[in-house]
């Protein structure tokens, strides 16, 4: 039974999560996702489950590695230098095809920077989540709504595939509080996950004598072999890239421009267009991809070919805005850059001068590319 209630992102996250069937955190304490940590200790005992608060971030993603080699639904979650911590494992965890889930909730980089929010692991999370050849699923909510059904959906997309799956989330979305429905508790006992799904039939359930043994393994010292693996993965991942991507429009069917930002931005953006609709003027539409890997590239250009110009604000120096411009590219739609860094967060006053800024530079025939940060045209 659904529980509508208020809650914190980062405490529904894991709520969500523990309904979900997790049933191993491993983590560490990193500001701004450590209520993520503080909530499954606190409850991750009582559903059953195992919670370890690990000596590093290194130690938390390689146990999440051993769990995940059980079948078992096994998660672990940091901030961005802590993320960084955890790629070898993410790689190891990618190469043995183990299904797993990983939370960022982004601060301000690089560095240590500041605990503000950023989205500034963008390339870290879809092109450089760690060494060799493969992907992960990165899930973008914008919601505390979506941090909660995010979970649920990452776990469920992780086994289905076979592979790692990352919520990407930043501090604004882990602290801010909102109404929203929890699903319900699954009451089947998930302890025991891989028994009761006979599909999984690559998880070490100890073989009783009753099948031969199973291997978990990343290391492939055949060149050919290795290459072939390699192959094999990337065409389950061009599957995925079909059948995965997931975005959202609000807007009319044909915009004068086309707003394209994610996650906690959104948010802002929406508010400054529902604002430009009430003037006389362009009007503007708002798309968000939800899955950033896979990218909604199809999506995106069926609606950019109505616009007329591309407007991507995002909390970083461009990053996400290089997706848009590879999904665009044929199109060649005049896009807009509006960045801000740092932990700065845009008003909507701010984004609504954006919209109008960027129209304005249409409307004189403005070649060259804008690039907005903060109160300056760079």
Known sequence: MEERVLMKGNEALAEAAIRAGCRCYFGYPITPQTEIAAYMARYMPKAGGSFVQAESEVAAANMVLG???????????????????KSEALSYIAASDLP?????????????????????????????????????????????????????LAFSLAFRWRMPAMILADGTLGQMMEPLRLPARQTSNLSDHASQHPELNWALTGTENQRPHRIVNSLVLNPAALEA????RFARYRQVQEQEARWTYEGPENPDILVVCYGSVSRIYKQAIQAADREPGPRAGLFRPQTLWPFPSAALAAK????????????????????VRLATAKLQKPVALACRAGGQVPAPGEALQRLRQTWACWI???????????????
């Open 67 to 85: 769990a995940a080699a059980t079948g078992t639904l096994a998660m672990t979650s940091s901030s961005s230098p802590g993320i960084s911590l």
């Open 100 to 152: 797993a889930l990983i939370v960022n909730v982004m601060r301000a980089g690089p560095g240590l920077g500041g605990i503000q929010p950023s989205q500034g692991d963008y390339w870290q999370a879809t092109r450089a989540a760690g060494h060799g050849d493969f992907h992960q699923l990165v899930l973008a909510p914008a919601s505390v709504q979506e941090m909660a059904d995010f979970a649920a």
């Open 229 to 232: 693996s390699v192959f094999d």
């Open 304 to 323: 950019a070919e109505r616009c007329k110009k591309i407007l991507v604000p995002e909390l970083s120096m461009g990053q996400f805005c290089d997706d």
């Open 364 to 378: 004189q025939d403005h070649e060259q590319e804008e690039v907005y940060y903060g109160d300056r045209q760079i």
